[in-house]
């Protein structure tokens, strides 16, 4: 039974919070710079309230940090969660790069079995003419 | 309102379907080839059923494919959405790589303004002897 729900982890948390149009279009706004919720809420067309929440739910995933100090308390995006998203992806990203480079290899292959026959026929036809 | 909840996009569905450790797993499982359901319930110490739920959702991201006609019904990975979530973290991964850069160029920077200082020292003493 806890098999089937395992407690949640950093990526899945990351991937969960990454998993929402608004909440990628805020981080999209926040690699551009810092910025405080009201500036972040104005392009969404969104409520305070609706903006926090996703705020809220980007920061547990570490995907953006909030200065507690600064009266304007500004959001800044936090890289790391998206690296570790890219290192998780690396295997299949090989994966994928592996079956590319073996139907490079194949077409190649092909081509160098076409090669000789397209440069031997115009001989072979010659040789015919000859003989 | 319709803002707030916007319609599930497609890079949103492959990352909820990412958003778990059991269906990142079973992708690991079928990066090393096709398997059946059964095979696939193994190491997990999970259910039939439990393993269906996951394969649903993984299936409705398009992250596997099953098929229909053959009796055993093999599961298949897609890397299609994967690539997605990649080309999607390229601008990221730009951004991250862009402030390594920017780090590299600034401690090169410090390290020229050593250099010239190190090596310019002994000269400027010199002709200070030579006055």
């Not at 809220?56 to 570790?84: F, H």
Request: with cysteine; net charge positive; glycine share 2%.
């Amino acid at each position: 039974m806890s098999l089937n729900t395992p407690p949640p982890d950093r990526l899945s948390l990351t991937l969960n919070a990454l998993a929402d149009p608004t909440r990628r279009a805020i981080l999209a706004r926040l690699s551009l710079g810092e910025t405080t919720v009201n500036e972040l809420a104005e392009p969404f067309e969104m409520s305070l309230p609706a903006v926090s929440k996703h705020l809220k739910v980007l920061e547990r995933a570490g995907l953006i940090s909030r200065t507690r100090t600064a009266q304007w308390r500004p959001c800044k995006l936090e890289p790391e969660p998206l690296k570790e998203v890219d290192m998780w992806l690396r295997d299949y990203r090989k994966m994928w790069e592996q079956r590319l480079d073996r139907l490079e290899a194949y077409l190649k292959e092909l081509q160098a079995k076409d090669t000789p026959v397209q440069s031997a026929k115009p001989k072979d036809d010659k040789d015919g003419d000859i003989k």
